[in-house]
């Protein structure tokens, strides 16, 4: 999963919300400095996303990626994922998408000074070019991918997995709901 299902699936405090999205960020945290709430929601991050990438149905779905970008195929189906709560929000949420987001971009914003480095520098790019609403359209997407794949070491076919989401939505949703609600269900 992604930022945005992180953040979904985090009990909504300040302190959750941040730890969603410092469990991608843990390259040279110090844990010691750390609240308990926010340690938890590292920890939440890390189990969603050993769940995530171990389950049957995600590793079911990686074969609708392209053989060139499987190496990636997690990756893509994080961002996908995003993508298709994004677009089922209400399913899951009676708080609007847009202010589940501003919420969060709030919270970020007021804990700058807190954040490791490389979330404080990410950070003020994150909230002015709107990351977690860039998965609302195909358009997003794709440039979410592109954005992913600059901050790679290595070349790599990651943009071009837009591809893959357009010829295999369909299966790519049909997964998504297949799994979605098991991650709610075990962490919500």
Not at 108 to 136: F, V
Not at 146 to 155: A, E, H, N, T
Not at 169 to 186: A, I, Q, Y
Request: proline share 4%.
């Amino acid at each position: 999963m992604n930022y945005l299902a992180h953040l979904y699936l985090c009990d909504g405090t300040p302190e959750a919300l941040l730890g969603s999205v410092l469990g991608d960020f843990r390259k040279g945290l110090v844990m010691e400095n750390l609240s308990p709430e926010i340690i938890a929601a590292i920890h939440q991050h890390q189990e969603i996303d050993c769940f995530t990438d171990t389950h049957s149905v995600v590793r079911s779905a990686k074969q609708y990626i392209a053989i060139d970008r499987r190496r990636y195929a997690g990756i893509l189906l994080d961002i996908f994922y995003d993508y298709y709560l994004s677009k089922h929000w209400s399913q899951y949420s009676s708080t609007p998408l847009r202010t589940f987001i501003d919420r969060f971009y709030s919270v970020l914003n007021s804990n700058l000074e807190q954040l490791p480095a490389r979330l404080a520098t990410a950070a003020p790019y994150m909230i002015r070019q709107d990351w977690l609403g860039c998965y609302g359209d195909l358009e997003g997407i794709a440039l979410t991918l592109r954005r992913v794949s600059q901050r790679l070491k290595r070349v790599n076919p990651l943009a071009a997995g837009i591809e893959d989401l357009i010829q295999n939505d369909r299966e790519l949703e049909r997964s998504f709901h297949d799994f979605f609600p098991l991650l709610v269900e075990r962490f919500k």
